[in-house]
């Protein structure tokens, strides 16, 4: 083995410039893997973890039929108090889920007695909604932050656009006039208490204002909410809590109609984030598969003129008595060793690339968001990397390796 | 005793429609420990004689028998392992592996094809590359030989697996004469000391005079069998 593996060294670092090149190719395309999926990976968990820690909860509950129509916020389409009961008891049961808060979502119209704007609200308990997303007092930039008591009754959180653009400032007064759901208008004053980053929104105006603020403004007697958001302790059980607490809540049927009355969403399903990160996703697949296909065709390229040029060498070796099958082992060697050890070069350039956007704390712009990649060392992608190059390595080296163990020595030997 | 016997040996290539009969009807027995030479010109089938008898190519008809082994019974490994066991190789054109210096090429068949353990293997190789002096050049690549000390190290390649039979196709046919006879002589040297049977195919008329026993080949059919008294009388 041990020979078979120096004669393999030996025949590769004969071509030199050509064994370098190829495995540079494959180097370049590992190192891709690793970085782009590196990249690709901590992006996706950075812009989720933005989204569902300050704004989307990881799961939502509303009245059937909500999600459909969110984009007007209706009110109509409310949970009812008894619901609400059931819904919490349910959670409240559930040793998976770590906090929930029931919000009112609802549009207003927001003025500084000189200028109007159209305005989207969540009210809230803001020490439920701190539980639910932690991060979202992280997004107050001025004023209250506390995650207790960032909203209380009188007060309002803005975002940074209405704040510069209707030149508000903390402490100052705002006037929100707001449709119920029978038609009738109210209107109530709000003195600004924080001023947040715009969240990620239709437009971002997005503000916050504490619950029983908005019962009085919508007039709301009865303790109808519009939205629950959950919390989950692990994200990554997402999926099959999801699928068991939508079993759950189909049991919660209407007194009257004896279908479900509540829906169940997750994040992905709520913010057009999750299509973006599916694209991630493929990109990183399409990535994968662009390095499969040039290991795949530069190995077998590099076997096939190996075994080609030396077809004399392979006769004389045969004549004297080399059996086939370590014909077939020597060409497999040189091609599963110019595989690996390109990889191992590739991973180790993907890997220092990593380590150096760790370094320079790569921030930019992701729509409303400031991400800051802190890409990990993707194990995973470092061991697929490796693991798919050696196995593919060896399938294109097979059909040049078999070439040349079955060449009769007799032929072989007349090429010289 | 017969290391090799051939009985009413043909051979015939086919090449699309045309068959030709490249060894038409032969019989030879070669005994043990001899120094056999075939000659003849360019085409009269000496190759294929050789490759008969080296186990590398199959007869149309008739036997061959090598170390009373029928050789066209054997399948690709079998074969394979034969000639590793049995046979040694030295060839027109040299055929060293360029990526291995001389003492790896020496020391390949006892890796590759037979497992000698190390000892040995050092021992045999020194005393090998000693013999064919080539000792001193041990650690350079046939790329830095010329081709008589290229042809040194495949006559110690062939013989270091210790072989009944060593075979060599025009070994001298790239060689200049003075360097032609010199490595004849060193064959007929190794064939004395190890006892080893020889077999070589020439067109070359002049180093024939080294060979025991000398049979003309024309045309696919052996012509004659002269038997040398005095071997290496001729040349000198
Ligand atoms: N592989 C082959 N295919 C077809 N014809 C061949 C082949 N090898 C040899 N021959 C023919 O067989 C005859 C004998 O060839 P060969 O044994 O090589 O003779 P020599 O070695 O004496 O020159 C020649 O006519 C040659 O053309
Ligand atoms: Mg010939």
Redesign the interface.
């Known amino acids: 083995m041990k020979s078979i593996i120096k004669i393999a060294w030996r025949n590769l670092l004969r071509y030199t410039r050509r064994t370098l090149l190829t495995a540079s190719l494959i180097a370049v395309g590992v190192a891709m893997v690793i970085v782009f999926g590196g990249v690709g990976n901590s992006f996706k968990s950075e812009v989720i973890g933005i989204l569902t820690n300050s704004n989307l909860g990881d799961i939502q509950i509303h009245k059937k039929g909500y999600v459909g129509s969110i984009d007007n916020l209706p009110l109509d389409i409310s949970i009812p108090e008894k619901g609400l009961k059931k819904i919490e008891s349910l959670l409240d049961n559930n040793p998976e889920i770590k906090a929930y808060s029931p919000r009112i979502r609802f549009g207003a119209m927001a003025s500084n007695y000189v200028q109007t704007t159209g305005m989207r609200f969540t009210a809230v308990y803001p020490e439920k909604e701190s539980k639910t997303c932690p991060s979202l007092v992280e997004r107050i930039k001025e004023g209250n932050s506390n995650p207790e008591s960032f909203v209380s009754p009188g007060s309002i959180v803005i975002p940074l656009n209405i704040s510069t653009g209707m030149n508000l400032k903390l402490g100052d007064n705002i006037v929100l006039v707001a449709t119920n759901k029978d038609g009738s208008v109210n209107g109530m004053t709000f003195k600004i208490s924080g001023i947040s980053e715009n969240i990620l929104g239709p437009q971002g105006k997005d503000g916050y204002i504490h619950i029983d603020d908005a019962k009085s403004l919508l007039r709301i007697e009865n303790g109808e909410i519009t939205e629950i958001a959950i919390k989950l302790n692990n994200f990554n059980k997402l999926s099959s809590i999801y699928a068991g607490l939508k079993n759950e809540l189909k049991n919660i049927q209407g007194e009257t109609t004896a279908k479900p009355m509540f829906e169940i969403h997750t994040w992905e399903e709520l913010s057009p984030f999750a299509s973006i990160s599916k694209i991630v996703t493929l990109l990183i697949m399409v990535v994968r598969l662009v390095l499969i296909s040039i290991v795949l065709i530069s190995i077998l390229n590099v076997m096939m003129m190996s075994v080609y040029e030396r077809i004399g060498e392979i006769g004389t070796i045969a004549s004297i008595g080399t059996l086939p099958s370590k014909i077939l082992a020597l060409f497999l060697t040189e091609g599963l060793s110019l595989g690996f050890f390109s990889a191992i070069a590739g991973s180790i350039i993907g890997i220092i690339i990593i380590l150096f956007i760790n370094l320079v704390k790569l921030k930019f712009k992701f729509g409303m968001m400031e991400i800051s990649l802190a890409p990990q060392i993707p194990t995973a992608e470092v061991f697929f990397a490796l693991v798919i190059v050696v196995i593919i390595s060896a399938l294109a080296s097979l059909q040049p390796a078999f070439k040349a163990s079955k060449m009769e020595p007799v032929e072989a030997l007349r090429h010289v | 005793m017969e290391l090799v016997v051939l009985d009413n040996v043909k051979k015939s290539y086919v090449t699309g429609e045309v068959l030709t009969p490249a060894l038409k009807g032969i019989s030879i027995s070669i005994e043990s420990g001899k120094f056999v030479s075939f000659v003849g010109p360019s085409g009269s089938g000496k190759t294929t004689l050789l490759?008969l008898i080296?186990c590398?190519?199959k007869p149309t008809e008739g036997k061959v028998l090598v170390a009373n082994t029928e050789i066209s019974q054997m399948d690709?490994?079998t074969s394979?392992?034969?000639?590793?066991?049995n046979?040694?190789?030295i060839?027109q054109?040299f055929?060293l592996?360029?990526?291995?210096t001389v003492y790896e090429n020496v020391e390949?068949?006892l890796?590759?094809?037979?497992n000698v353990p190390t000892e040995k293997r050092k021992q045999r190789i020194n005393d090998l590359l000693e013999k064919v002096g080539m000792i001193d050049q041990q650690n350079k690549y046939p790329a830095q030989l010329s081709g008589g000390q290229k042809q040194r190290v495949a006559v110690a390649?062939?013989l270091v697996?210790e072989p009944k039979l060593v075979l060599a196709d025009e070994p001298t046919a790239n060689l200049d004469h003075a360097t032609a006879y010199k490595v004849i002589g060193l064959m007929h040297e190794m064939k004395k000391k190890f006892d080893t049977t020889f077999i070589f195919a020439t067109h070359d008329q002049k180093i024939v005079g080294e060979a025991e026993i000398l049979y003309t080949l024309e045309d696919g059919l052996i012509t004659q069998k002269q038997e040398n008294k005095k071997p290496g009388e001729v040349s000198k």
């Open positions: 490759n080296g590398l190519d690709r490994k394979a392992k034969f000639r590793g066991d046979i040694g190789f060839f054109n055929n592996i360029p990526i291995l390949y068949p890796i590759m094809v037979q390649r062939a697996t």
